[in-house]
């Protein structure tokens, strides 16, 4: 059953949301909750967010001049790098679009061109926006629902007024009219403080509703790229089928959530919608472009993939900054600040086109996990590991806990295990502690003793045999 939402949300005024003026140490301070170490990373992206603030506070003529510092996140596979991207994006409220630099260069996406993520971030946008401004008429919305509600449980009978009453310039209704109006009044008003009062969520309701006019189909074209032809395809569609309506029983409180969607809907005002998320991406917009170095070097040689440094050559307009054509209008990309990462494993920053290393002056460099890093991060992040497992075991009723030498066991095994075969950073303590809890994540719901302590000596039992044959740990572990 859908829960009612509360009836007024704060929002923040209108056009600063992006600009919670976080600073640099505060930004830090929110990643260490759920990233070990990597500080270098994290100041460089701390100093960028800010910077973003206080170019929207100096004067608009040289704000207009001042570029975003754009920043490559350089090592190796599982420390962080799109972790810490990703909970940047939770942080600000700007508009943050990850995506794979490869997948402009993979056969599937020949003819997806790189501006398209500049159209998937406006979309993104578009849909911040209008959360946010439903958010805003909710209460109204909620006002109109109700009314809507109460319609369809006590229909309005239509006035029965005689050609001669409304010829007769009499204002009052027949006494009889009058008497029936305040009667159906009161009954409205008693159904409304039933309703308020959740006497009413029992019942079912037949309410109208209007579909869901994208159909599938229509999503898997627009993927496909029908977009990048700046035709409307939905729209296109949507007025050939004007909005079908469908009759539904559902539940009281349920048609009350579903009337106030469509009352919110109706009451958004799309255009300002648009206006404030192309701003947004414009001015506060950012994206984060992974696997850098998968665009870097000559072709591969073998098979239809699109030219690495094609992509690169592509990249650069955007990322200098250039006009967009979307959808929703012309975006300029003068103002988003792009973070790039890579590992970097079998190539160098250095290897990219020089235009485009030009344009990503800042290059922080995150550090590889030791056994330190992984007792940290296995229990201090907000998310961490061994919390995680704690708590999904809870759910059938077992107090898994560990040991502190347990944990010391199982990071310093991660630490050998990244050693002697490859190093995979932090992922390997997920496969670890896989293999660890293995026994126990499938036995949970049937033990009898429920209390199971992990200490180092069952870490090595389980793990030791695994450890000792590099090759059983290259397949297991
Ligand atoms: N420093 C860290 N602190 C806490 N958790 C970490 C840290 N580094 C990695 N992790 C965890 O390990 C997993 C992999 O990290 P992430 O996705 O950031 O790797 P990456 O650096 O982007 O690697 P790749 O180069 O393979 O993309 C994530 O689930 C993340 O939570
Ligand atoms: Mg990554």
Redesign the pocket.
């Known amino acids: 059953m859908i829960k009612p939402k509360p009836l007024l949300t704060i929002s923040a005024p209108e056009g600063d949301t992006s600009l919670k003026a976080l600073t640099p140490r505060e930004i830090v301070e929110k990643l260490d909750q759920?990233?070990?170490?990597?500080g270098d990373a994290k100041r460089a992206v701390a100093i960028a967010l800010r910077n973003r603030w206080r170019r929207q506070n100096v004067s608009a003529e040289l704000g207009e001049e001042i570029s975003p510092k754009n920043i490559i996140m350089i090592?190796p596979?599982?420390?962080?790098?799109?972790?810490i991207a990703r909970r940047l994006a939770k942080l600000d409220n700007a508009p943050f679009l990850k995506v794979e630099a490869s997948k402009f260069t993979e056969v599937g996406y020949v003819g997806r061109d790189v501006e398209s993520m500049i159209r998937d971030l406006v979309e993104l946008a578009i849909n911040m926006a209008k959360a946010e401004e439903q958010d805003k008429v909710r209460a109204k919305a909620t006002t109109l629902a109700e009314e809507a509600l109460l319609d369809v449980l006590l229909p309005p009978k239509p006035l029965e007024r005689s050609v001669g009453d409304m010829m007769s310039d009499d204002k009052e209704a027949p006494a009889g009219e009058a008497e029936r109006q305040r009667r159906e009044d009161t009954t409205r008003e008693k159904l409304r403080r039933f309703l308020h009062e959740g006497r009413l969520d029992g019942r079912y309701v037949e309410i109208e509703v209007s579909e869901q006019r994208s159909g599938p189909m229509i999503e898997i074209f627009s993927t496909a790229g029908i977009e990048d032809m700046g035709m409307n395809i939905k729209e296109l569609f949507g007025n050939m089928f004007p909005p079908k309506k469908k009759k539904c029983r559902v539940m009281v409180p349920e048609a009350l959530e579903i009337l106030t969607q469509e009352q919110a809907q109706a009451l958004v005002d799309m255009e300002k919608v648009t206006r404030t998320a192309v701003r947004r991406v414009e001015q506060s917009g950012i994206v984060f472009l992974?696997e850098i170095d998968k665009i870097v070097g000559g072709d591969s040689g073998h098979g239809p993939d699109v030219s690495r440094e094609g992509v690169q050559r592509d990249l650069l307009p955007i990322v200098e900054g250039s006009t967009v054509n979307t959808r929703h209008g012309m975006v300029k990309t003068d103002h988003i600040l792009f973070i790039a990462?890579g590992?970097f494993s079998a190539s160098k920053p250095s290897d990219l086109i020089p235009e485009l290393q030009g344009r990503f002056p800042i290059r922080v460099e995150l550090d590889s996990?030791g056994r330190e890093?992984f007792i940290r991060?296995l229990t201090e992040?907000h998310n961490a590991l061994i919390t995680q497992y704690i708590e999904m075991l809870a759910t059938e009723g077992v107090r898994l806990s560990f040991t502190d030498e347990a944990v010391a066991e199982i990071a310093e095994v991660a630490a050998i295990v990244n050693e002697r075969t490859e190093n995979i950073?932090?992922?390997r303590l997920y496969t670890i502690m896989e293999t660890l809890l293995d026994d126990i994540s499938f036995d949970a719901p049937d033990l009898t003793d429920k209390v199971v302590v992990i200490d180092a000596e069952q870490v090595r039992e389980k793990l030791e045999d695994i450890i000792e044959d590099e090759d059983l740990s290259r397949y297991i572990l």
């Open positions: 759920y990233i070990i170490g990597q090592g596979t599982g420390v962080g790098k799109t972790e992974d990462a590992a996990l890093e991060i992040p950073g932090a992922r």
